[in-house]
């Protein structure tokens, strides 16, 4: 397995986005990860699409844009055209999961469902071929710097099995750390979104490089 690496840019210099995107990626990440946040179906506030657009040219890596925001199905084209390439949504917010993910992929995109730790996964049953990725939050979204909440492990786990051999990417998003992402990786996680544990570090290439090694990647 190929485990890829999505730091978020929540936690990055958001005086410097461009240089920080920049930096990621030259420090070996998968993707770039952003954090859409609309201050009502999460208690935080962070950017949209124009921002998005603006830190496009900083990298050629896929960028993975989680939106946390309710509705999302009306700006999904906007952030197709603003640069995403994955764009997942959340399975809470969205009243018409089965149109949103085919709307995402009609705009050549991947789609994403994302569920928050109260979630249950069966709300992805009938949608398994429809996506591309799946989401599993490890902490309530909104912040960055929380800490991993070990009772989405079991849940990581039974994704793991309904995927059953489809190609459809396993993502764990918060609270990963050196210790937390193997564990998250044990239980079926193919892709990890890191956060302050990479922004915190003084060299981010190191700090990847010591997540994938925790994970024997
Ligand atoms: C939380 C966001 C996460 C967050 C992760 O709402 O979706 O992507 O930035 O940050 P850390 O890795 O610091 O938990
Ligand atoms: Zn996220």
């Not at 506030?45 to 657009?53: A, E, N, S």
Request: hydrophobic share 40%; net charge negative; glycine share 8%.
């Amino acid at each position: 397995m190929n485990l890829k690496i999505a730091p978020s840019i929540l936690s990055a210099d958001f005086a410097r986005l461009g240089e920080e995107v920049q930096a990621i990626d030259d420090a070996g990440c998968d993707y770039i990860h952003i954090d859409v946040m609309d201050g009502h179906f999460v208690p935080n506030l962070t950017f949209g699409p124009p921002i998005i657009k603006s830190i496009r040219s900083w990298s050629r890596k896929p960028f993975d844009v989680h939106l946390m925001i309710n509705p999302a199905q009306p700006t999904i084209s906007a952030y197709a055209d603003a640069g995403a390439d994955i764009i997942t949504v959340h399975a809470e917010a969205d009243k018409h999961l089965d149109r949103s993910v085919h709307q995402i992929r009609a705009l050549g995109k991947r789609a994403g469902i994302s569920l928050n730790p109260g979630t249950p996964e069966t709300v992805l049953t009938y949608v398994l071929d429809q996506i591309d990725l799946i989401l599993v939050m490890t902490v309530n979204p909104g912040f960055g710097g929380q800490s991993f909440l070990h009772s989405q492990i079991d849940k990581i786990k039974r994704i793991r099995k309904m995927i059953d051999g489809r190609p459809i990417e396993l993502e764990v998003d918060g609270g990963i750390n050196i210790e937390t992402a193997q564990l998250a990786v044990e239980a079926g996680a193919t892709t990890l979104v890191a956060g302050s544990s990479v922004f915190s570090a003084e060299d981010y290439a190191e700090r990847i490089h010591e997540i994938r090694s925790a994970c024997n990647q």
